[in-house]
């Protein structure tokens, strides 16, 4: 397999090397989405079908990526990234909030970052697993975040009063494992759920683990 080749520097049609790169890979992540997200899938696509989607060449792929799987990988980080900002955005808003309210808007948010595109969503819940054992670690560790992010929450929520003291880690992951299989079997079609069901079903899992009621 061709390793990455280095990119040529200076100057070109008015812009520079970096420019020109980031335009690059903005142009094989588009395709990625589309070919991997709604089209044949990460597993049929090939090589030469994602530079003709991207309009470039494999030459250019291999100055950005040494495989396919590379920017899957890239790929999986960037819709994880945006369903994590889907929820860091509304938190100015809400931390004043009580803890129903909170968690509802978390929720929503976070349902809403993951599903608004929903090339994403089979990417993030479908086409990732079963990869490779790389993937898997990867997958491993961006749940890891997710995992923080919803201890922080329940952190929150004993500090506040609004929860009685308790491991709650252990429930974090174990949320977090029940998003992922709730969420694939719903992308796959195995689900027949609105989105706003979906964030409902999660929201009374959350409440009633945390003892919240609404």
Known sequence: MPGRITPAEGRYGGRDAAERR???RERFREAGLELFGAGPGYRATRLGDLCKAAGLSTRQFYEEYRTLEDLLASLHLY???????????????????PAPERITAYVHAYVRGATGDMRH??????????????MD??????????????????DEAVARGEAPPGNYRIAAAG?????????????????????????DELLQIILGR?????
């Open 22 to 24: 980031a335009e690059r």
């Open 121 to 134: 969503a089979r990417i993030a819940y479908v086409e990732v697993v079963g990869v490779s054992p790389r």
């Open 210 to 214: 945390y003892k919240i009621t609404i």
């Open 79 to 97: 819709v994880n990234d945006v369903a994590a900002k889907a929820v860091l955005d509304v938190l100015p808003d809400v931390r004043d909030l």
């Open 175 to 199: 949320l977090i494992g029940a998003v992922n299989g709730l969420m694939h079997d719903w992308v796959v079609g195995w689900v027949d759920a609105t989105l706003e069901e979906i964030a």
């Open 137 to 154: 670690r990867q997958r491993l560790e961006r749940r890891a975040v997710w995992i923080d992010l919803v201890s922080r929450v329940a």
